[in-house]
């Protein structure tokens, strides 16, 4: 990560090996908590491009993002005219790689 003031970048690549009975939405961990600011200002998305993972049929996109006040980020895909939709444990079989750019205020 890079930090400059009160914004800080991510970047790289993730790669899961293995799963072993996951529960719930896919989130790691960031070197700061985000802004927990007004009127969902915290708020940040970034890119995610995915290697081998199988996108719900309707969905099209894969993003990051990050909530306000919180020192992590999660995955989720979308599509035209569908609800955002966070990747879970059960999405994903530990072959898969995610290459990842992130940029948020603290």
């Known amino acids: ?3 400059i003031g009160r914004v800080v970048h991510i970047q790289g690549k993730i790669r899961l090996d293995s799963i072993s009975s ?3 939405n896919l989130q790691w961990s960031l070197p700061f908590a985000s802004l927990d600011g007004a009127d ?3 708020m940040a998305a970034g890119t995610a491009i995915p290697y081998n ?3 719900e049929s ?3 996109s894969l993003a990051c993002a990050t909530a306000e006040g919180v020192s992590y ?3 989720f895909e979308f599509g ?3 609800v955002w939709d966070a990747i879970e ?3 994903v079989d530990g072959n898969e790689i995610f290459n990842v750019g992130l940029t948020y205020v603290i």
């Open 1 to 3: 990560y890079t930090k």
């Open 89 to 91: 444990g059960s999405d």
């Open 22 to 24: 996951p529960v719930g």
């Open 80 to 82: 035209d005219d569908s």
């Open 73 to 75: 980020f999660y995955m």
């Open 40 to 42: 969902e200002s915290g």
């Open 58 to 60: 309707g969905m099209t």
């Open 53 to 55: 993972l199988n996108i």
